[in-house]
Nanobody
Framework: QVQLVESGGGSVQAGGSLKLSCAAS????????AGWYRQAPGKQRETVAT???????TYADSVKGRFTISRVMDNNIVYLQMNSLKPEDTAVYYC??????????????WGQGTQVIVSS
């Protein structure tokens, strides 16, 4: 079983920055795709940013130019650098990763989430 552990959430004032980390463990051979998602109270979960194995990235329009997704392949860690934070960025942020474990077993795992609160 692949486990994802997020960290780096917290409370910050508008205009501030936070860097989220997502560490994956569990006999992982490779991660083909990873992403950050968020869910605000009363709203559906939405995609924030994604990154593929060849480092192709995508971003939600609402975070373009402010957020950056990156990964360290050898350590199976995915980051989300969040700058110029706005109150509307307040949400629980979740990490997702998909790929292969040893013996060719596919995985698609989610972390438990980390809270981000941005005050005005």
């Amino acid at each position: 079983q692949v486990q994802l552990v997020e960290s780096g959430g917290g409370s910050v004032q508008a205009g501030g920055s936070l860097k989220l980390s997502c560490a994956a463990s569990g006999f992982i051979r490779k991660i083909d795709f990873a992403g950050w998602y968020r869910q605000a109270p009363g709203k559906q979960r939405e995609t924030v940013a994604t990154i593929t194995r060849d480092a192709t990235t995508t971003y939600a329009d609402s975070v373009k130019g402010r957020f950056t997704i990156s990964r360290v392949m050898d350590n199976n860690i995915v980051y989300l650098q969040m700058n110029s934070l706005k109150p509307e960025d307040t949400a629980v942020y979740y990490c997702n990763a998909r790929g292969l474990r040893t013996f060719g077993i596919q995985f698609n795992s989610w972390g438990q989430g980390t809270q981000v609160i941005v005050s005005s």
